[in-house]
């Protein structure tokens, strides 16, 4: 079937996580856009949505031979825009943007910029300079100890601290370490992480909630701004909210626009601050793409993704019949259960209560279960030729009894280890598993 030129063709990376397939509902319901997926298999999340048009698997983004793939899938489907929504594709794209084709956009910042904003000293060295608040650090105090064979003066230190990598390794590699007897054990299990260089740490700033502020630049001038309170996240001490309302503080959108102002900022980017004791703000980290929870953003009005497109590609600007919402708050139901059912001192029943109560929307598409009810990719880490082939004939079955004609329409090539491979048939690509796919939406 030939391509449909009147629709721009958006590539969306990082199938495997379920805020891809909020990126492509919203790019398909704003945009009547072409959606090519992205992910490590035919049982990627967003491959089994209704609003994925295209199918490509890749290996994942963090290993080696990705940025290659995906040059393959761009050359091969020649999408107008670019989509990174994971921190390794971001960095493969980041690697590979004098390669794109002049007609392919992609909205990233500058790489000096993504350098800083991926290094959390340097985000401090940064906000320091700026007067905007960060957690005390103790990191140099730490390496001094380590290099002087770790004598008992860890003990003087400030506990509770909070351990953290240096720079965004695509998954979350944080601890809280209550007392001093265990923090040893812990920095050297953060150390230990795959590809973890260095860990900082932090005076720890009480409470589960984290404060953010995301912001859409078109050249280092913000477009659009939207901020959010994490009421609850996984894990529990901050990382991807499964319950999440909007918020509003002219303190924390202040200092993320004055930050990232400073770095010529352009795409999206999540700005995220602690609220101290005191009532101030402690800026955490600078996030440099689209956020896991970015479904309540998007659907509350604040339409990062189908603005940007519309900018990248010179589409006319949506005339929109009602401002974005004021208040929403929203629960990711999967995400929350997925962490406690493998989490060992977690509760699926106190999960359940969580999501039930209060009540908010959920972060669930019922005309597109197909793809939301589909287990993480950690979960099916293999699948075998045979059962691939089966569940291909049965997805297509089920598409068709549902009505759904786009589904039907969907092609799915991999991206394989060699460029004939985007014409091959579906399950042949390597399934490896992303590290952002253990932890739905990261």
């Excluded at 794209?93 to 959390?120: F, H, M, N, Q, T």
């Excluded at 996240?233 to 901050?238: D, F, I, L, M, Q």
């Excluded at 980017?269 to 929870?293: Q, T």
Aim: glycine share 8%; aromatic share 6%.
């Amino acid at each position: 079937m030939g391509r449909d030129r009147s629709r721009p063709t958006v590539m969306v990376l990082d199938g495997d996580n379920d805020n891809a397939i909020q990126v492509a509902t919203e790019l398909s319901e704003d945009l009547d856009a072409e959606v090519v997926g992205v992910g490590t298999s035919n049982w990627s999340r967003l491959l089994r949505s209704r609003y994925c048009d295209v199918g490509v698997t890749t290996v994942p983004a963090s290993e080696p031979g990705y940025a290659d793939q995906l040059l393959d899938a761009v050359e091969a489907h020649r999408p107008d825009l670019l989509i990174p929504v994971g921190y390794h594709s971001v960095a493969a794209v980041d690697g590979i943007r004098d390669d794109l084709p002049d007609a392919v956009e992609c909205w990233l910042p500058p790489s000096d910029s993504l350098d800083v904003a991926v290094d959390k000293v340097a985000t401090a060295e940064l906000a320091a300079e700026l007067d905007v608040g960060t957690p005390t650090s103790f990191t140099d105090r730490v390496a001094a100890l380590d290099e002087r064979g770790r004598p008992g003066e860890i003990g003087s230190l400030p506990f509770p601290l909070f351990l953290k990598a240096r720079h965004e390794c695509g998954k979350n590699v944080t601890a809280e370490v209550e007392r001093p007897g265990a923090f040893w054990a812990t920095y050297d299990d953060l150390v230990g992480e795959r590809g973890v260089q260095e860990v900082i740490v932090q005076e720890c700033i009480p409470g589960e909630r984290t404060y953010a502020c995301g912001l859409l630049y078109d050249d280092g001038a913000p477009q659009l701004l939207f901020a959010h309170e994490e009421l609850r996240s996984v894990p529990r001490e901050g990382g991807s909210g499964t319950r999440v309302r909007l918020f509003r503080d002219p303190r924390i959108e202040t200092a993320a626009i004055r930050l990232l102002d400073s770095l010529d900022w352009h795409g999206p980017a999540l700005v995220e601050f602690k609220r101290c004791a005191d009532g101030s703000y402690a800026l955490m980290e600078i996030n440099p793409k689209l956020w896991a929870s970015y479904a309540l953003a998007s659907q509350a009005g604040y339409r990062f993704v189908s603005t940007c497109a519309r900018r990248a590609l010179g589409l006319d600007e949506e005339r929109r019949s009602h401002p974005p919402d004021a208040t929403a708050e929203m629960v990711f139901p999967l995400r929350e259960l997925y962490y406690a059912a493998r989490t060992d001192d977690e509760s699926l029943l106190r999960s359940a209560a969580a999501i039930c109560w209060p009540p908010a929307r959920l972060d669930l598409n019922l005309r597109d279960l197909g793809a939301w009810l589909t287990p993480p990719a950690a979960v099916v880490e293999t699948v075998d030729t045979a059962t691939a082939s089966q569940s291909s004939v049965g997805t297509s079955a089920q598409n068709a009894a549902n009505g759904d004609s786009r589904a039907d329409e969907t092609d799915r090539r991999p991206a394989g280890t060699e460029p004939t491979n985007v014409d091959s048939p579906p399950g042949d690509a390597d399934e490896g598993i992303a590290d952002e796919a253990d932890l739905p939406g990261d």
